[in-house]
């Protein structure tokens, strides 16, 4: 129930346990997937 868009060069889509995390280059996002609820933080390094 995650989908990842592919931004600079690269996309990481681990998930572990109920937990999603997205990581784009060049800039930071993060996705948490928690029952019904998703977050996304998008934080620029």
Same mark, same amino acid.
């Given at each position: 129930?995650?989908? =990842? @868009?592919?931004? /600079?060069? #690269?996309?990481?889509? $681990?998930?572990? +346990? !109920? %937990? *999603? &995390? =997205? @990581?784009?280059? /060049?800039? #930071?996002?993060?996705? $948490?997937?928690? +029952? !019904? %609820? *998703? &977050? =996304?933080?998008?934080?620029?390094?």
């Amino acid at each position: 129930m995650g989908q =990842v @868009g592919r931004v /600079g060069q #690269v996309g990481r889509v $681990g998930l572990v +346990g !109920r %937990v *999603g &995390r =997205v @990581g784009l280059v /060049g800039g #930071v996002g993060r996705v $948490g997937l928690a +029952g !019904r %609820v *998703g &977050r =996304v933080s998008w934080i620029r390094a």
